[in-house]
């Protein structure tokens, strides 16, 4: 696998569809888990320049703060703490169109406006989180839902 990404102006779709499969070859015949999460939040960094992308996995009963993009990060999130936490208990995807209105929102970084959280499932069980962070308002919606959801699952 050639490890230079091809990136495209366009819609958010667009990047979506372009960078997907790029990341499934990336990721395909390496089995060292942090690796891939290493290369996942690099490449969506470099397609979306989010403002913050990264992983938090789950460590006894704490999500401890693994492979990311951007400013450092708090590296230690309680279950039903924050959007991770909650993310994390619901098993669910959460949107968050403006972080100052999620009661509990934890800020790393003063920056950050919108957020989306993904859990990581294996066997029913959440394992980890993509959080991803923006700093524009409202910058996250179903189309991001879906793709981030495809990608997830193929951690
Ligand atoms: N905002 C997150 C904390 C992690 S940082 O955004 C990188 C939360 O509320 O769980």
Request: aromatic share 10%; net charge negative.
């Amino acid at each position: 696998m050639s490890e230079q990404l091809t990136l495209i102006t366009g819609s958010k779709t667009e990047k979506y569809e372009t960078l997907l499969p790029q990341i499934k070859a990336l990721i395909a015949g390496e089995d060292d888990l942090i690796a891939n999460l290493a290369n996942v939040s690099a490449a969506l960094k470099a397609a979306f320049d989010f403002f913050w992308v990264g992983f938090y996995l789950v460590k006894d009963k704490e999500l401890v703060l693994g492979p990311f993009q951007g400013s450092i990060a708090c590296t230690r999130i309680g279950y039903g703490r924050g959007v991770c936490g909650t993310a994390w208990q619901k098993g669910e995807v959460i949107l968050v169109p403006d972080v100052d209105a999620f009661a509990g929102h934890i800020a790393c970084s003063s920056q950050s406006r919108s957020e989306i959280v993904l859990p990581m499932l294996r066997n029913g069980q959440v394992w980890g989180v993509l959080d991803i962070d923006s700093d524009q308002l409202d910058d996250f919606d179903e189309v991001d839902h879906k793709y981030l959801s495809e990608l997830v699952q193929w951690l």
